[in-house]
Structures are given as structure tokens and as C-alpha cells.
């Protein structure tokens, strides 16, 4: 069958071949759901800008539905929206960017460091507890590194017991 390419922004494989991968990669649907998936991490005060440049959609205000979605080179906001997003970008309620989130919150290495010692103790400890119920401070992992939505499993924090692994697992 041969290999599989999958497109993360898609959402979607197909067999990989030079041919396959450059049409997919310059298709109309990759290149607005990568835009779409970059637009999630802009902040309220680029989005405020980039929507009082459009005009309003009269599609979206007649029907309360546009034929074009978020493709729509109109903006779909209405006053109310426009009142909330002003108040969320002037009030410094807004919601930090990815990057200033990174850079207030504790560092990985210090939260990798932290999860070694904790982990040295646990082994060198005689007697380790069964129950998995630890203090939400040591298993918590770094909101900054929660805030992207639908990471893949291999990203996920692992569960709190951990992961089930059974003894007669093959491998190959």
C-alpha cells in the first residue's frame, strides 16, 4: 500500500508520493484550514483591527448566515461583538498571547527538574503509595503548555495513575 502522509491542519492522510503531496499542499482546503489554525493564536486587538477594516456582511445580518463561513472576505461581527472585543482589548482582560504565556509562566525546565527530583523520591522511598492521588501542584503541567486545543495523544499530559501497560505486551 506504501506510505501515508497526514496533513495536521486537514486533518486527513493520503498516500504519499511527490505528486499527491505537492497538490494537497497547494489546494484551496490546506491553505484555509492552515490559515484557520494560525488565526486561533492571533491576539483580540489584531483580530479587532483585521475586523473594523471589513465591512459588514449583508448576507450574515439579512439571514444570520453566509454562504462563504469564515471564508467570508466580510466581517460577521455584530455591535454587541465589536462592544466585547473593544472592552476585552482596552480593559487588559484579553486572553495572552501564546508566546507572553510562555515567557510568565514557570519555565520547563524548572517544571522537568521538579518532575525528576519527584520522581528520584519516589525510587529511593521504601514504602510507595498505591493510591494515585498527589497534590494537584506536583502532577499539574504548565498551563502554557495546556492551551492549544486537540493536541495529539502523543502530546497529552499523560493520565494521573498513568498509563496502563500490560505484561505481555509485543512489541514488533
Same mark, same amino acid.
Given at each position: 500500500?506504501?506510505?501515508?502522509?497526514?496533513?495536521?491542519?486537514?486533518?486527513?492522510? +493520503?498516500?504519499?508520493?511527490?505528486?499527491?503531496?505537492?497538490?494537497?499542499?497547494?489546494?484551496?482546503? $490546506?491553505?484555509?484550514?492552515?490559515?484557520?489554525? +494560525?488565526?486561533?493564536?492571533?491576539? %483580540?486587538?489584531?483580530?479587532? *483591527?483585521?475586523? #473594523?477594516?471589513?465591512?459588514?456582511?449583508?448576507? +450574515?445580518? #439579512?439571514? &444570520?448566515?453566509?454562504?462563504?463561513? %469564515?471564508?467570508?472576505?466580510?466581517? $460577521?461581527?455584530?455591535? #454587541?461583538?465589536?462592544?466585547? *472585543?473593544?472592552? #476585552?482589548?482596552?480593559? &487588559?482582560?484579553?486572553?495572552?498571547? +501564546?508566546?507572553?504565556?510562555? *515567557?510568565?509562566?514557570?519555565?520547563?525546565?524548572?517544571?522537568?527538574?521538579?518532575?525528576?527530583?519527584?520522581?528520584?523520591?519516589?525510587?529511593?522511598?521504601?514504602?510507595?503509595?498505591?493510591?494515585?492521588?498527589?497534590?494537584?501542584?506536583?502532577?499539574?503541567?504548565?498551563?502554557?503548555?495546556?492551551?492549544?486545543?486537540?493536541?495529539?495523544?502523543?502530546?497529552?499530559?499523560?493520565?494521573?495513575?498513568?498509563?496502563?501497560?500490560?505484561?505481555?505486551?509485543?512489541?514488533?
Amino acid at each position: 500500500m506504501g506510505k501515508r502522509y497526514y496533513c495536521d491542519y486537514c486533518e486527513r492522510s +493520503f498516500q504519499d508520493n511527490m505528486h499527491n503531496r505537492k497538490k494537497h499542499l497547494n489546494g484551496v482546503q $490546506h491553505h484555509r484550514a492552515k490559515k484557520a489554525w +494560525f488565526d486561533f493564536f492571533k491576539d %483580540p486587538e489584531a483580530i479587532l *483591527l483585521e475586523e #473594523q477594516a471589513k465591512k459588514p456582511c449583508r448576507m +450574515f445580518l #439579512q439571514k &444570520g448566515i453566509c454562504d462563504f463561513g %469564515p471564508n467570508c472576505r466580510f466581517s $460577521h461581527m455584530s455591535d #454587541q461583538d465589536f462592544y466585547r *472585543l473593544r472592552r #476585552q482589548v482596552e480593559g &487588559g482582560n484579553s486572553q495572552e498571547h +501564546f508566546e507572553d504565556k510562555i *515567557l510568565s509562566d514557570r519555565s520547563v525546565e524548572e517544571w522537568l527538574t521538579r518532575r525528576e527530583k519527584r520522581r528520584n523520591a519516589l525510587c529511593s522511598a521504601e514504602d510507595v503509595k498505591t493510591d494515585t492521588e498527589e497534590s494537584p501542584e506536583e502532577t499539574d503541567v504548565p498551563q502554557h503548555l495546556l492551551l492549544v486545543p486537540d493536541l495529539p495523544p502523543s502530546l497529552r499530559p499523560p493520565p494521573p495513575g498513568g498509563w496502563k501497560v500490560s505484561a505481555n505486551t509485543e512489541w514488533g
